[in-house]
């Protein structure tokens, strides 16, 4: 029989022919293929988010073969033996087998738990890159908003996950949600009783709360990030403004393969950080907080941290009830403002405020370079004012835990948050805001008269300057084109470029040369001390 | 006395009035008596009952002797003379027990370094010895609980039984996994951590500090055992997860993620972009 000869080369080509003929996608292929990405660290923080969503995705799906969304009473009977003989909700029990007695199971938990942890941190701060550098503004508004919801549908994953294993925590979360919702005038009380099916906990929210966890949520982030990234690509992705770029070109590298192999690479890293988390520390040990039992609540008990500033602002509200006379009379509790009217303005003024500054700046035109943090102050201040409030609500979360170790009153702990939550942000916008205007300052300085150079001349009457090398040509003043002034002379090559190197230089630094017939050049003699004589 | 009405009732019997009026001295004899009866009769019941005061009169053992002097060097500048107590300094020991003595002493929370919001454990000034000779003192003059014989005092106890009395009433000053909590006004429960049975027992005996009494009523001594065998297992259990992150939950589980997680990987961003 004769040999068919195969010529390698040839074969990713007739593939790729034989593909075209049945589908016809090279078209459409070859626009994506060539689609080009701007590169810069802070473009890459989205990804965090999305790559650590997949892991949720992978992990979850592991966790979902072995947990039982079930709150009828078993007795444990496995191998963590201090709970042995103890009654508990099923769910609790397969959490507590998926722990200790499914080969992997713990690590799966843990790596979930920890993936939903860097998908929330990642997720907010990607929204602050975003924030400050404008690339909110139009034509970009409509993915802000996605962004923002996608926030609180993870806020919603989050909440129903800690939930499900039905632990003393999670029960003490879900009884207080309960009261959140109670708290809601008029419609509170019906709220509740439909979504516990009667009175707290009643037997089924659990199983609830599993749907919503695995299908309803997920499949709503799922479409969500789709519309996100889809967004993306068709409004084109914002870059900085810089040498040959324009508010009317895209100027980086194609999607394939350099763009594609590195967000590959950045994929591995990000679950390889995941894994390095859950492998290395302990997160929810559910073995530890007891099955739920109303009668049970733990010091330090907290939400996981994105939902934390609801915490640490119930904790900070006065306890202002308001009573209405109206017929048998009326109660809105303490509790509603902080937990229900504060959330509503949280959700709601984040989506409207591009709208807010397009409106106060008469600005219908559109961005597709970012600005510097400093170019806007208002609006870095803004950004840090908002950053400041969540941060005091954030701790105060967690005050009982902080006055704890750190040897402070709890009462001060109190106080000191509510009166931190009021003048702190004022405090943050000033301070940055004079910050930022120092920063354009002296990005113009150097504009004007150049880079320091370092080197002190003495003039014949005896005055000191410092000698200044102008950027521009013949002293002229350069405008500022909203990018990185340079500020050293190694970055205008008069000086050799700065050694690389994180810790110490990855390359030799340059000897001095030494001229052919010269002594190679010693050392100066040490300088004697000139003594004086009488 | 529910019902003053009914005529068999004994006080009823006894005011009722005697036909015929007995004689002026007879009668006198006749209350002095019952006044003399009634005397002892309170008197022999308080002795019997109340052995704490009469113990005072009784010379004390060796063993308290010894600790008496140690209690005049370096107690009774708080607690006064005979641990009777000083006004806004510190409290009477009389019938303390010395169940609170040995937890207090061992521990180094006695004697206080500072007045303030709690005292705090330290290295203890007095060996195991003067520790024993102080609580046989405080003991000696007016009783009260003891912490029963021996190092060992969990064996035999329920672990999963203890767990959950642990988490009912211990959980929410000292968190689920003993880490500690803070209360109002700069006063804490604190971390439950690398500490002997006697000193647990001690603790719930006589509920030193802000900690409630739970005394052998309230949870009987096999429940206490309970208690202990669970704490001993938890701080055994070398935590299948990994680096426990202090036992405090989420709150510094949510530090950690920052400062590991999120941080690691903006570091990973910056080095893959780079990348070129």
């Not at chain 2, 308080?46 to 052995?51: K, L, Q, S, V």
Request: charged share 15%; proline share 7%.
């Amino acid at each position: 029989m004769k040999r068919r000869k195969i010529d390698v080369r040839t074969l990713p080509a007739k593939a790729g022919n034989e593909v075209e003929d049945r589908l016809g996608v090279a078209t459409p292929l070859r626009g994506i293929i060539n689609k080009v990405f701007p590169d810069h660290w802070s473009f890459l923080l989205g990804e965090i988010a999305l790559f650590s969503f997949i892991v949720l995705l992978l992990t979850g799906t592991f966790l979902t073969l072995f947990f039982e969304p079930s709150m009828k009473e078993v007795t444990y009977d496995g191998s963590y033996a201090p709970l042995r003989g103890v009654h508990m909700s099923a769910a609790y029990a397969s959490s507590l087998d998926l722990s200790f007695d499914v080969r992997g199971g713990l690590i799966m938990r843990q790596m979930h738990h920890w993936a939903a942890l860097v998908f929330m941190g990642a997720i907010v701060v990607h929204m602050l890159r975003i924030f400050f550098t404008g690339a909110f503004r139009k034509p970009r508004e409509v993915n802000w908003i996605i962004g923002s919801l996608l926030f609180w549908i993870g806020f919603l994953a989050g909440f129903t996950g800690y939930s499900l294993p039905d632990d003393g925590l999670s029960g003490t979360g879900l009884r207080i949600a309960s009261a959140i919702m109670l708290s809601i005038p008029l419609i509170g009380t019906w709220l509740t009783s439909s979504i516990f099916n009667g009175e707290f906990p009643g037997e089924i929210i659990i199983s609830r709360f599993f749907i919503a966890h695995v299908l309803l949520i997920p499949a709503l982030l799922v479409a969500l990030i789709s519309v996100h990234l889809a967004l993306v690509f068709k409004q084109k992705h914002t870059q900085w403004p810089g040498p040959g770029r324009t508010n009317n070109n895209v100027v980086g590298e194609r999607f394939f393969p350099r763009y594609t192999i590195k967000q590959a690479g950045f994929f591995m890293a990000v679950a390889g950080v995941i894994a390095l988390l859950a492998g290395a520390m302990q997160i929810n040990p559910i073995w530890l907080f007891g099955p739920y039992e109303a009668g049970v609540v733990s010091a330090a008990s907290q939400p996981d941290w994105y939902v934390m500033f609801l915490d640490g602002s119930t904790r900070l509200m006065p306890a202002w009830q308001i009573n209405i006379g109206i017929g048998n009379g009326y109660v809105i509790p303490p509790i509603f403002w902080p937990t229900v009217v504060l959330p509503g303005f949280l959700t709601m003024l984040p989506m409207l405020y591009p709208f807010i500054e397009a409106r106060l700046n008469r600005d219908n035109k559109i961005h597709n370079l970012l600005q510097r943090p400093r170019d806007v102050p208002q609006r870095t201040a803004l950004g840090m004012m908002a950053v400041a409030f969540f941060l005091v609500l954030v701790l105060s979360g967690g005050n009982d835990v902080i006055a704890d170790k750190f040897n402070i009153s709890l009462n001060a702990m109190t106080w000191a948050g509510r009166i931190g939550l009021l003048l702190l942000p004022p405090i943050a916008y000033y301070v940055t805001y004079r910050i930022c205007l120092g920063l354009q300052q002296h990005d113009r300085e150097v504009l004007a008269h150049g880079v320091e150079t370092g080197i002190i001349r003495r003039a014949p009457d005896g005055r000191f300057y410092e000698v200044h090398q102008p950027l521009g040509h013949d002293h002229e003043e350069l405008e500022y084109a909203g990018w990185v002034v340079p500020k050293k002379m190694n970055r205008l090559g008069a000086l050799g470029p700065a050694l690389k190197g994180f810790f110490r230089p990855i390359e030799r630094p340059a000897e001095a040369p030494v001229s052919p017939g010269h002594p190679p050049i010693e050392p100066a003699p040490e300088r004697r001390e000139i003594e004086s004589k009488h | 006395m529910t019902s003053p009405h009914r005529s068999g009732g004994l006080l009823a019997r006894m005011r009722r009035r005697r036909a015929v009026p007995r004689s002026k001295a007879r009668r006198r004899i006749a209350s002095a008596t019952r006044l003399l009866a009634a005397l002892v009769l309170a008197g022999g019941l308080y002795t019997a009952f109340a052995p704490a005061i009469s113990a005072q009169d009784a010379p004390l053992s060796p063993a308290a002797m010894e600790g008496k002097a140690l209690f005049d060097t370096s107690c009774i500048s708080c607690h006064g003379m005979n641990a009777q107590g000083i006004e806004g300094r510190g409290p009477s020991l009389i019938g303390v027990g010395g169940a609170s003595v040995d937890f207090q002493v061992s521990t180094g929370r006695m004697p206080l370094g500072s007045q303030g919001a709690q005292a705090v454990e330290k290295p203890p000034v007095f060996n195991e010895e003067q520790t024993r000779q102080l609580a046989q003192y405080v003991q000696e003059l007016g009783g009260g609980p003891q912490i029963p014989e021996g190092d060992n005092l969990h064996s035999g106890g329920d672990v999963a039984a203890g767990g959950q009395i642990f988490r009912l009433n211990c959980s929410s000053c000292h968190a689920f996994g003993g880490g500690g909590g803070a209360l109002s006004s700069g006063k804490f429960a604190p971390r439950i951590s690398n500490t002997d049975d006697r000193v647990i027992w001690g603790a719930m005996l006589s509920g030193p500090q802000n900690m409630p009494v739970f005394g052998d009523n309230q949870l009987t001594p096999d429940q206490k055992r309970d208690v202990i065998a669970y704490i001993q297992e938890t701080l055994k259990d070398r935590d299948p997860g990994g680096f426990n992150l202090g036992r405090l939950g989420p709150t510094t589980e949510g530090l950690a993620v920052f400062v590991v997680g999120i941080t690691a990987l903006i570091f990973t961003a910056l080095w893959i972009a780079g990348k070129s």
